[in-house]
């Protein structure tokens, strides 16, 4: 027999007084990915993502980072991100959100402080370590095992406290102070009537330095961020609400639903409805 001992008192992760809510649990694999979830935030949710194999870019508030087995990423509250997959681009990988967090010294939900570099590349049996918890977090909440399951993030928690106390392995570079404004003003008005030109003008730069230095900083053009901020916010109504197509591509700035069903074809790689249709066919399938 072998027996391990508890060699010192427990004192939960992050220095937290409560237990945190789990909100969900998620795998994608490779085949999966090529139907990608678009640039979205979480208003209230902290969302931990492992990517376990594939290579790509993710996009994480403002800033483009590489994306391959043994990253884990962690996205505060309200932080847009975007995981970029497709076709050329297989990403696997776990995902937990949750929400109720209160990290002492931090805002509510949020696991790091603002604006620091959200990724982690941790070693190979940390990476397994990791991919195992995920794997028993999403059987048992599959199952129906709620409560335990809460009690397993503490666990998953305490494995992320032990790397984030480490340096980052790839930190990315500091936004640029150009780029953040394009991108909060982007952030802020997606929806509506977007003009380049009017956006350089306000900041008394050119269209052409703007573009410029908005695609160094986050590998996307004004334009294609505009464009993944809508489809992105279009897949959380598809996915959240049970408003009509025609209504939700009002919502994100499409006049003509035509060109907004092929807009999101196109990024995503199958039309709305599909899109709702499959995702609530998985959700179901999962719930079994």
């Known amino acids: 027999m072998i027996?391990?001992?508890v060699k010192k008192e427990y004192a939960p992760p992050f220095g937290l007084a409560h237990l945190p809510r789990l909100f969900s649990v998620s795998r994608t694999d490779a085949e999966a990915s090529v139907h990608p979830r678009v640039m979205h935030?979480?208003?209230d949710l902290v969302e931990l993502a492992l990517i376990c194999g594939g290579e790509s870019v993710y996009f994480v508030g403002g800033v483009a980072y590489p994306a391959r087995r043994g990253d884990l990423f962690i996205y505060n509250s309200g932080v847009v991100h975007d995981e970029r997959s497709g076709p050329e681009a297989?990403?696997?990988?776990y995902?937990?959100?949750l929400g109720g967090l209160l990290v002492p010294g931090l805002r509510e939900n949020a696991l790091l402080p603002d604006g620091a570099p959200p990724v982690?590349?941790?070693s190979e049996a940390e990476t397994a370590r990791l991919e195992r918890l995920y794997a028993v977090l999403f059987d048992e909440l599959k199952a129906g095992n709620e409560d335990g399951c809460h009690h397993l993030l503490m666990a998953l928690l305490s494995v992320v406290q032990r790397i984030a106390a480490g340096e980052h392995a790839d930190g990315g570079e500091a936004e640029n102070a150009l780029s953040r404004r394009v991108k909060d003003y982007i952030d802020a008005h997606f929806a509506e009537e977007f003009s380049l030109q009017t956006l350089a003008d306000s900041l008394h730069v050119s269209q052409y330095y703007l573009?410029?230095?908005f695609k160094d900083v986050t590998g996307y053009s004004p334009l294609q961020y505009v464009l993944r901020r809508r489809i992105g916010e279009a897949q959380t109504l598809l996915i959240t609400t049970g408003l009509p197509v025609t209504q939700i591509a009002a919502r994100v700035g499409y006049d003509n639903p035509s060109h907004f069903n092929a807009q999101f074809a196109k990024a995503v790689g199958m039309p709305p409805r599909t899109f709702r249709r499959e995702y609530v066919q998985q959700q179901e399938i999962e719930s079994l």
């Open 41 to 43: 935030a979480h208003g």
């Open 90 to 93: 297989r990403i696997a990988s």
């Open 95 to 97: 995902s937990l959100a």
């Open 120 to 122: 982690y590349h941790v």
């Open 211 to 213: 573009s410029h230095v």
């Open 3 to 5: 027996q391990c001992f």
